[in-house]
């Protein structure tokens, strides 16, 4: 027999968009229903994305650091290193995390659910656990934030010990003498930056010219730059005819054009795909885009007006932070509560080595959209703390109109990059002007100095 329960709000996945929701519909006094596939709350953000390979970054930067900073010590990373070795703080940080969120949830009364949801119609939910049995909940109002996973070539055979994705990856016992990397976006260039800093021999392969084509040309410059420099080597305009594991030691990866590649282990990550199709969508009136995508408006709102999707399900920015503020609107649209302006000047932060952030429009787009563009630029090596912190490969880029007046932009390569682009994005929301940047007084030595350096740049410029 199956159960069945009435709530004012139904929640599909716990990852930051659909805990989000969760809390706010809570907050605003529903009774909500919060639906998790595996046991844990935090998505794969948590447990198989953000969280993990941030540590593992933060992990390889210290490590590195540490090496460069004991010429006293004779010291060298074991051939043998096991990646759960340097690793210690993961499980710590995940568990904490995923409690934290735990609690929040418990604190606010939502009620949690664990298994395969499947809509059963428009306003039904059917819930089957690991005993198979059904459980059936309902509600006017539902939400569906069951985010996304690495899209798998046809033609590439994964198998998750030898040719990895992005989920699998950090699944690795030691750390590969060589690595290929199928992908030139945000978590290819991650992945092959973190473990090319480790001494791995990395080659990333990709059909577009440089890694991240959608950042500025200057920023992914230095990256490239910073890349080669600890041995990575990146192939751009290429296309993989194959990719096979040769049954003993190592990957062989086969261009178009002829060329080979042997590594010892590959990482295929080529974008991430929704994870729509096991809801059967369908019975609630809905149907995915030609990219397997849920459409929605302005407001995360589907075509069925009582049903939102928030998150990866609907494709880009597809990031944390906004996945976040998607789901919390949602259900503030939904119940008719007052939200908040629009997010004005989203940041975009890549975690790459060096990291990259960037905020409002490029040079190219200001010319584009006001005829001209004066651009102020810092260098981390011309401030005191980059010098000081041994962070000098790094550049700040400000972007101004053509008088040199009005703050347009910035972008940021180099450690700290994703904390430092909040200065400008708070000058945009305030329209700043550029030299509200030169007047005003940073802390003596901070790389926060370097938004001054960049005005006055800019400052020199001006048409007299």
Known sequence: MTSSSSYDLIVIGSGPAGQKAAIQGAKAGKHVALIEQTREIGGACVYQGTIPSKTLRETALKMV??????????FRMRDDLKIA???TRLDKVVRAHGEFMTEQINRNGIDRFHGRAQFHSDQEISIRGLDGKPTMLSAPLLVIATGSRPRVPDNIPIDHENILDS???LSLVYLPKSLTVLGGGVIASEYASIFALLGVQVTMIDTADRPLKFMDKELTDQFCEAFEKTGGSYRGQQKIQSAQWDGYSKVITQLENGETFESEKMLVALGRVANVEHL????AGLTPTSRGLISVNDHCQTTADH???VGDVIGPPSLASCSMEQGRRAVCHALSLESGDVPEHIPMGIYTIPEMSSVGLSEQEAIDKFGGALVGRANFQE????????MTNGLLKMVADDKGEKLLGVHIVGEGATELIHIGQMGL????????FVENIFNFPTLAETYRVAALDIAKQRKK
């Open 65 to 74: 650091q540490f090496l460069h900073a004991t010429d006293v010590f004779d």
């Open 85 to 87: 070795n340097m690793m």
């Open 167 to 169: 989920d699998s990856i």
């Open 280 to 283: 059967n969508i369908q019975a």
């Open 307 to 309: 049903i939102y999707a």
């Open 383 to 390: 401030i005191a703390r980059g010098q000081i912190s041994g």
């Open 429 to 436: 929301l305030h329209d700043i002007h550029i030299d509200r």
